[in-house]
């Protein structure tokens, strides 16, 4: 009620002269790649468009638990956890008027399999031009548990092909967002200038790369404290050879250009806030974005040697990325389950940390690898993405054993070719939490999921695996997901190098930036208000 208090003298207090409230500007260098939930799957796009659009379930700060939203309740009806059912609430409608019906549902989710299904069609056809194929497979990958969806009256009904504990957790994010069966196509992508959606805010105006204005939606109804003020995000991306986005948000924060600063900036920009400063909120926690570096483990490509990704997992220097290119605002991380979430532990410093360069080239030498091996190093976006590319190539090349260039791509040539050509043998990204579990981290980075198209693929793992989906008690199986990112450190085909550590700052006068962003990957641009 406080909030709800605050929020309303907030609107009186900031009315400009013709009537409106003042946008509240947030500045972010993840800028979405789009805003279709059939396509999206990228940090940027799920931060957006977990404002746009609702789910049967969500998250509320604080309880990283599904909770209701669209729904009226979800449950699984069965002890073997293979059936959810929910019941949709009769009072939603879309940003364009139309009613939401459990065919809305069932046509989301149906729609997602289906565009994943085109794009995989179209990637094998040899009769469609490269740049003509349909690229975005969206985050069907999360909904490999799904079967079928049927309706029942209010109730939709989710048939699973195997026990999932972590469906509920699907459900709540971006993955289950309800789009308007009547406005978008079933195998097209939807334009992102027309969003329809149900969400606490509705898109009155999107620059790609540039700015989103959100407008307060009227008409929400949901889990969500309703949208209290609008609000301008404007994204900051490197264009070719010209700034990089983290001093574009840096340089708009020291122009006072921007009211929340919710990306990030350059590591020695970040070092340097004063945590005293009378003038600027502080919201600082340990976040659920890790970088990472995968491997294309086909056999036929540099890093199906698993000795050469073993090679690499000893050599990189964590420690000195953290310190000397980040300025120490991230933390080395040791495993793909990152802190604070149940089965993390350090497999990779147990099982690399004492192995020295001779140790590392008797295991390539007998893997008959011929040295040193030569690869490019793919990024994109990130904080300091330049020197950290270049810091671990330099390690390498240090070492004798590989001889390392680095190449960067923009974003919107970084994603097709990741996820459609997989023409990078070796590549470095951000890994953000689909939902608040351990799974995320497990079947998406080495199980069936291969949401990082790494190709590699465990009988063992996938095993264990499946056997974690059928425990709802997820601490009861934190031993089983250490076990698994043991396994998974000796094989290597992905390698954690740091955990973020999530600091959001904002003027004075705004509130709502601690509950702003959390682990579960939802972006609550709506908790934001002036006071």
Same mark, same amino acid.
């Given at each position: 009620?406080?909030?709800?208090?605050a929020?309303v003298g907030g609107?009186?207090?900031?009315?400009t002269?013709?009537?409106e409230?003042?946008p509240?500007v947030?500045?972010?260098?993840?800028?979405?790649?789009?805003?279709?939930p059939?396509g999206?799957?990228d940090?940027g796009?799920?931060?957006?468009?977990?404002?746009l659009f609702?789910?049967?379930?969500?998250?509320?700060?604080?309880?990283?638990?599904p909770?209701p939203?669209?729904?009226?309740e979800c449950e699984?009806?069965?002890?073997?956890l293979?059936?959810?059912?929910?019941?949709?609430?009769d009072?939603?409608?879309?940003?364009?008027?139309?009613a939401m019906?459990?065919?809305?549902?069932k046509?989301?989710?149906?729609r997602?399999?289906?565009?994943?299904?085109r794009a995989?069609?179209?990637?094998?056809?040899?009769?469609?031009?490269?740049?003509e194929?349909?690229?975005?497979?969206?985050?069907?990958?999360?909904?490999?548990?799904?079967?079928?969806?049927?309706?029942?009256?209010?109730d939709?009904?989710?048939?699973?092909n195997q026990?999932?504990?972590?469906?509920?957790?699907?459900?709540?994010?971006?993955?289950?967002?309800?789009?308007?069966?009547q406005?978008?196509?079933?195998?097209?992508?939807?334009?992102?200038?027309?969003?329809?959606?149900?969400?606490?805010?509705?898109?009155?105006?999107? %620059?790609?790369?540039?700015?989103?204005e959100?407008a307060?939606?009227?008409?929400?109804?949901?889990?969500?404290?309703?949208?209290?003020?609008?609000i301008?995000?404007?994204y900051f991306?490197?264009?070719?050879?010209?700034?990089?986005?983290d001093?574009?948000?840096?340089?708009?924060?020291?122009?006072?250009?921007?009211?929340?600063n919710?990306?990030v900036?350059?590591?020695?920009?970040?070092?340097?806030?004063n945590?005293?400063d009378?003038?600027?909120?502080?919201?600082?926690?340990?976040?659920a974005?890790?970088?990472?570096m995968?491997?294309?483990t086909?056999?036929?490509r540099?890093?199906?040697?698993r000795?050469?990704?073993?090679?690499?997992?000893a050599?990189i220097?964590r420690?000195?990325?953290?310190r000397?290119?980040?300025?120490?605002t991230?933390?080395?991380?040791?495993?793909?389950?990152?802190?604070g979430?149940?089965?993390h532990s350090?497999p990779?410093?147990?099982?690399?940390?004492?192995?020295d360069?001779?140790?590392?080239?008797?295991?390539?030498?007998?893997?008959g690898?011929e040295?040193?091996?030569?690869?490019?190093?793919?990024?994109?976006?990130?904080?300091?993405n330049?020197?950290?590319?270049?810091?671990?190539?330099e390690?390498?090349?240090?070492?004798?054993?590989?001889?390392?260039?680095?190449?960067?791509?923009d974003?919107?040539?970084?994603?097709?070719?990741?996820?459609?050509e997989?023409?990078?043998?070796a590549?470095?990204l951000s890994?953000?939490?689909?939902?608040?579990?351990?799974?995320?981290f497990?079947?998406?980075?080495?199980?069936?999921?291969?949401?990082?198209t790494?190709?590699?693929?465990?009988?063992?793992?996938?095993a264990?695996?499946?056997?974690?989906?059928g %425990?709802?008690?997820?601490?009861? %199986?934190?031993g089983?997901?250490?076990?698994?990112?043991e396994?998974?450190?000796?094989?290597?085909p992905?390698?954690?190098?740091?955990q973020?550590?999530?600091?959001?700052?904002?003027?004075t006068?705004?509130?709502g930036?601690?509950?702003?962003?959390?682990?579960?990957?939802?972006?609550?641009?709506?908790e934001?208000?002036?006071?």
């Amino acid at each position: 009620m406080v909030l709800v208090i605050a929020g309303v003298g907030g609107w009186a207090w900031y009315q400009t002269r013709d009537g409106e409230e003042e946008p509240i500007v947030v500045g972010t260098t993840m800028a979405p790649t789009v805003l279709d939930p059939a396509g999206a799957y990228d940090i940027g796009s799920w931060a957006l468009t977990s404002n746009l659009f609702q789910s049967l379930l969500t998250f509320i700060p604080g309880k990283e638990q599904p909770v209701p939203d669209a729904a009226e309740e979800c449950e699984f009806s069965d002890e073997e956890l293979t059936v959810f059912r929910c019941t949709l609430r009769d009072d939603l409608t879309f940003s364009n008027g139309n009613a939401m019906t459990p065919d809305d549902v069932k046509f989301s989710y149906e729609r997602i399999i289906g565009m994943a299904a085109r794009a995989a069609r179209e990637a094998e056809d040899d009769t469609i031009p490269e740049d003509e194929k349909f690229a975005f497979a969206g985050p069907a990958a999360l909904l490999g548990s799904l079967d079928a969806v049927r309706t029942d009256g209010q109730d939709i009904i989710f048939e699973l092909n195997q026990p999932d504990a972590t469906f509920p957790f699907i459900v709540a994010g971006a993955a289950g967002a309800i789009v308007d069966r009547q406005s978008y196509q079933e195998l097209d992508l939807h334009s992102d200038e027309s969003v329809v959606g149900s969400g606490p805010f509705v898109l009155t105006r999107y %620059v790609a790369d540039e700015v989103a204005e959100l407008a307060p939606n009227p008409d929400y109804s949901g889990a969500a404290t309703a949208g209290q003020a609008p609000i301008t995000v404007r994204y900051f991306v490197q264009q070719g050879d010209g700034p990089t986005a983290d001093q574009q948000l840096a340089d708009a924060w020291e122009n006072e250009e921007i009211d929340v600063n919710g990306g990030v900036m350059p590591p020695e920009a970040m070092a340097d806030l004063n945590r005293s400063d009378p003038d600027i909120a502080f919201a600082e926690q340990a976040g659920a974005n890790t970088r990472v570096m995968g491997f294309n483990t086909d056999e036929d490509r540099t890093f199906g040697s698993r000795a050469a990704r073993r090679a690499v997992a000893a050599l990189i220097d964590r420690e000195g990325i953290a310190r000397r290119v980040q300025h120490d605002t991230v933390e080395s991380l040791y495993s793909l389950i990152p802190a604070g979430f149940t089965g993390h532990s350090t497999p990779f410093y147990d099982l690399y940390y004492d192995m020295d360069v001779d140790d590392v080239r008797q295991e390539m030498l007998e893997a008959g690898l011929e040295l040193p091996v030569q690869f490019d190093l793919a990024y994109s976006r990130g904080a300091a993405n330049t020197a950290e590319a270049e810091f671990i190539a330099e390690t390498l090349n240090e070492s004798g054993l590989f001889e390392v260039t680095t190449t960067y791509y923009d974003w919107s040539e970084f994603v097709p070719t990741l996820f459609g050509e997989r023409a990078f043998d070796a590549y470095l990204l951000s890994f953000a939490a689909d939902f608040p579990d351990p799974a995320t981290f497990t079947d998406n980075l080495v199980g069936p999921v291969d949401a990082l198209t790494t190709h590699f693929s465990s009988d063992t793992i996938n095993a264990m695996i499946e056997d974690t989906r059928g %425990v709802v008690n997820r601490g009861r %199986v934190a031993g089983d997901f250490e076990r698994i990112h043991e396994l998974a450190a000796a094989e290597a085909p992905v390698i954690p190098i740091w955990q973020e550590t999530r600091v959001t700052i904002s003027t004075t006068d705004i509130a709502g930036i601690q509950q702003l962003a959390s682990n579960s990957g939802v972006w609550r641009l709506w908790e934001l208000h002036r006071i």
